[in-house]
C-alpha cells in the first residue's frame, strides 16, 4: 500500500534512527543524506529495512544517485507506481 510522502519521511526517520541508534528529530525532505553521518554500509541496512517494511524493491542503480531524503522518497514512488 502506497504511503504519504510525510509517511514516508517519518519511516525514513524511525529507521535511520533505530539502525544508527541515534535520534534524527527534524528531518525533510531536503536534508542530504551524507549529513546524517550514516556510513554507506549503515544507509545499505536503512534501505534494506525500509524495502522489507513498505514491500517494495529498490534497483541499485536507483540507489546510486540518492543525494536527498527526496531522492529516496521519489525513488519509492517510483517503484510504487510501477
Known amino acids: 500500500m ?5 509517511e514516508l519521511l ?3 526517520r524511525k529507521t535511520a534512527g533505530e539502525i544508527v ?5 527534524v528531518l525533510t525532505e531536503d536534508t542530504k543524506i551524507a549529513e546524517l553521518g550514516i556510513d554507506s554500509l549503515g544507509m ?11 514491500t517494495v524493491q529498490i534497483p541499485d542503480e536507483a540507489l ?3 543525494v ?7 525513488a519509492v514512488e517510483k517503484r510504487f507506481a510501477v
Open 21 to 25: 541508534e541515534r535520534e534524527f528529530p
Open 64 to 66: 546510486a544517485g540518492l
Open 10 to 12: 517519518e519511516l525514513f
Open 44 to 54: 545499505l541496512e536503512v534501505i534494506s529495512a525500509l524495502e522489507r517494511e513498505l
Open 68 to 74: 536527498t531524503i527526496r531522492d529516496f522518497i521519489d
Open 2 to 6: 502506497a504511503k504519504s510522502r510525510a
